[in-house]
């Protein structure tokens, strides 16, 4: 049972615009989510995060939103560069040792 | 400022060899440490995770095992390793109270 879901496997946007990557989740225990971007062969890099206190929370170009109700998260890049071009990973954190679930990824790339 | 070293980058084992993937953490004291697996297409999947010397817990029943010999030193390893083990390998840390989890490079295994 997936319990972080990212239903698009990859996104396409043109350089310059909005980039809406979007989070689902199922465990109502998750209070703290977090976004991670990698690059082929290269460890996961922290982007953003947010505690489940929050609905909003923004980083120059980066802003994640969450709605509980849904249980739903999402990551904002505005505006959108070719570098930004990897796969975004959303996770979720709950239990003693604060571990993290992660969903499967999505595929941004950015087009020129 | 804190830095998390994995050797080594790559590595090609013929089938029913041992295995020992070494992390280490610098900068930080009693991090929580974290071995993470990523097979090809797909997320991030937890394997160990270590509060403390001597302290593993197994996340996934498997062909590979965890220690944690000094605090800031975490160590993956197989008696016999299988095709199904090749993937891509990630150490991370994260401090004691906070949920952010800081990867290492990886370490690419295929097992042939």
């Known amino acids: 049972d997936q319990q972080v879901k990212q239903n698009s496997p990859s996104l396409s946007v043109q350089e310059g615009r909005i980039s809406i990557l979007n989070c689902d989740y199922t465990n109502s225990m998750f209070d703290y989510f977090l976004w991670y971007k990698k690059y082929p062969a290269e460890g996961p890099t922290f982007l953003i995060s947010?505690?489940?206190?929050?609905d909003k929370n923004e980083d120059g170009r980066f802003t994640v939103f969450l709605n509980k109700s849904a249980k739903h998260l999402s990551l904002h890049i505005v505006p959108s560069q070719p570098g930004d071009s990897a796969v975004y990973f959303c996770a979720a954190s709950a239990g003693s040792a604060r571990q993290l679930t992660f969903g499967s990824g999505t595929q941004l790339t950015v087009l020129p | 400022s804190q830095t998390i070293h994995q050797w080594p980058a790559t590595l090609v084992q013929p089938v029913g060899s041992p295995l020992s993937l070494e992390c280490t953490v610098e900068g930080t004291s009693n991090p929580n440490l974290y071995w993470y697996r990523q097979a090809a297409g797909r997320g991030l999947q937890l394997l160990f995770y270590?509060?403390?010397?001597?302290?593993i817990s197994s996340e996934v029943p498997q062909n590979l095992s965890a220690s944690r010999p000094q605090d800031r030193q975490f160590i993956l390893s197989s008696k016999k390793l299988l095709l199904s083990d090749s993937g891509f390998y990630l150490c991370?840390?994260?401090?004691?109270?906070?949920?952010?989890?800081?990867f290492g490079p990886g370490t690419r295994l295929t097992v042939l």
């Open positions: 991370a840390w994260s401090a004691q109270d906070r949920d952010t989890q800081y």
């Open positions: 270590s509060v403390g010397i001597g302290q």
């Open positions: 947010i505690s489940s206190i929050k």
